[in-house]
C-alpha cells in the first residue's frame, strides 16, 4: 500500500494520478528495510536566493509558501522554499561570508546540495544506512515548534551531495521549525495556468569515471532500491562521445535516480563537462512531469526559457514514425516545440530538455509527460546528446 507524502497530499494528487505522472507502483514498506515514502525536498546553494525565489516563481510558477532567515532569527542564510504540485524546492543564499552554502557555491556554483526523502521511521533508516557502512552526516534529531515535530538525519552521497531524511508525520506547519509562511508576489496573468508541472520524476546524478557501478552498489546495499534500466554502449553514444547510465529506484518507484559516467570518446562527453565546471560529482538535471507539455513549453518560452533544439530530421525519421505509432497530438506539434518523443512496452512518453539554467553549463531541467511508458527516452538519446554536443561546441568544451 503506497502512502502519499506530505506533498501529495498538499497538492491533491492521489496514487492514480502519480502512477501515470511518474510511474508509481505498489510496494510493501513493511519489507523494506530503508523505506522511502517518497521525495521531500530539492534543496539548492545558489549565489543569490532571493532573485532565484523570485525567478522559480515569475518563469516557472512555484508558489512561495514558506521562508527563514535574518528576520526569523537565522543569520547564516537566506532559505526560501517553493512549491509546484508535490514539487518543493528550497532555495538557500549565503548571508554570512563564512556559511558553508557560500563555500559550496564558490566552488560548485549553483547546484543541488541535498536530495531529501521523506521516509517513515528516520531511525530504521539511519540504523540500516549504517549496519551497510554509509557515513551518518546527521544523527536523528527532533526539530520542534508551536506545528509540531520534524524528525530527521542525513547521509552522504556522490559528492558533496546528501540525503537528509525526513518524517514530518507529526508536524502541520509549512515546512520545518525555524521556517514561517512566506507567499508568493508574482501576480499570476490571467489565462496562465495554476501550475506548469506536478510531480519531480527523477533526478540524474553525474559521477567520476569508474565509480558508477559503486554509487549504484550503494543505493542498493544502503537504501534497498532496485535496477530499473541500464544503458551502456551503443544505446548512449554519438560519433563523437560516449556515456554509462544505470537507473536505480525506490521500491514505489516514486524516487528514481540515473546514474552517470564519461566514457572514453573522441571529445570531451556532457557528463565530463558536468564534472569539470561543477568540480566534482553532483546531481545534473530533474526531470519534473507535467500533465500538458505543450502548454508548458509554450509558457516558459514565452517568459524566456530556453531549451535544446532539435533538428527536423529528427522528426521526418521513418524509423522513428513506425516506432512511435499514434501519440495525443500531431508530429508537426511537437516539431514546432522541440519535443521528444519516445515509446516501450509499456506505451509512450514525451520530454524536452533545458539549456543550463544557471552560469556554469552544469544543472538543467528536463519536462516529461508519460502515458505508460516507466522508460527514461532510450530511443531520444543520440539526438539528445548531439543537441548537448551542439552546445559544448558553441562553448568551447568540445
Request: glycine share 8%.
Amino acid at each position: 500500500m503506497n502512502i502519499l507524502t506530505d506533498a501529495e497530499k498538499l497538492a491533491e494528487l492521489d496514487s492514480d494520478q502519480l502512477h501515470r505522472l511518474v510511474g508509481l507502483v505498489e510496494h510493501d514498506d513493511a519489507a523494506d528495510p530503508f523505506p522511502v515514502t517518497g521525495w521531500d525536498a530539492v534543496v539548492w546553494a545558489v549565489g543569490n536566493a532571493t532573485q532565484a525565489a523570485q525567478l522559480f516563481q515569475a518563469v516557472y510558477g512555484m508558489e512561495l509558501v514558506a521562508y527563514s532567515g535574518p528576520v526569523t532569527g537565522n543569520r547564516d542564510h537566506h532559505a526560501y522554499v517553493l512549491r509546484s504540485g508535490a514539487v518543493r524546492f528550497e532555495l538557500r543564499g549565503a548571508v554570512d561570508p563564512a556559511s558553508p552554502i557560500a563555500d559550496h557555491h564558490r566552488a560548485h556554483g549553483d547546484g543541488i546540495v541535498d536530495i531529501a526523502l521523506e521516509v517513515p521511521d528516520v531511525d530504521r533508516c539511519v540504523a540500516h544506512a549504517r549496519a551497510q557502512g554509509a557515513t551518518v552526516l546527521v544523527e536523528p534529531s527532533d526539530e520542534s515548534d508551536e506545528h509540531g515535530t520534524v524528525r530527521t538525519a542525513a547521509i552522504a552521497t556522490y559528492g558533496e551531495t546528501r540525503h537528509t531524511l525526513v518524517d514530518r508525520s507529526r508536524y502541520t506547519g509549512p515546512y520545518r521549525p525555524g521556517y514561517v509562511v512566506r507567499s508568493s508576489t508574482p501576480v499570476r496573468p490571467d489565462g496562465a495556468p495554476k501550475r506548469l508541472f506536478q510531480a519531480l520524476d527523477h533526478v540524474v546524478g553525474n559521477v567520476e569515471l569508474g565509480r558508477m557501478d559503486e554509487w549504484v552498489d550503494f543505493y542498493h546495499r544502503i537504501m534497498g532500491f532496485t535496477n530499473m534500466a541500464e544503458f551502456v554502449g551503443d544505446d548512449i553514444a554519438t560519433e563523437y562521445s560516449a556515456l554509462m547510465s544505470k537507473v536505480v529506484a525506490s521500491g514505489n518507484h516514486r524516487v528514481k535516480f540515473p546514474l552517470n559516467e564519461p566514457s572514453q570518446g573522441r571529445r570531451k562527453s556532457q557528463i565530463d563537462e558536468y564534472l569539470e565546471f561543477y568540480r566534482g560529482p553532483g546531481a545534473q538535471h530533474l526531470a519534473l512531469a507535467t500533465n500538458d507539455i505543450l502548454r508548458t513549453v509554450d509558457v516558459l518560452r514565452a517568459r524566456g526559457v530556453e531549451f535544446l533544439d532539435t533538428p527536423a530530421a529528427y522528426y521526418e525519421d521513418p524509423e522513428l514514425r513506425a516506432r512511435i505509432g499514434e501519440v495525443r497530438v500531431p508530429i508537426s506539434e511537437l516539431q514546432s516545440r522541440g519535443i521528444l518523443v519516445d515509446r516501450d512496452e509499456d506505451g509512450y512518453l514525451l520530454q524536452i530538455f533545458t539549456k543550463p539554467v544557471g552560469d556554469r553549463p552544469t544543472v538543467f531541467f528536463e519536462f516529461i509527460e508519460r502515458h505508460g511508458s516507466l522508460g527514461f527516452g532510450k530511443g531520444n538519446f543520440k539526438a539528445l546528446f548531439e543537441a548537448i554536443e551542439r552546445e559544448q561546441e558553441k562553448r568551447g568544451n568540445v
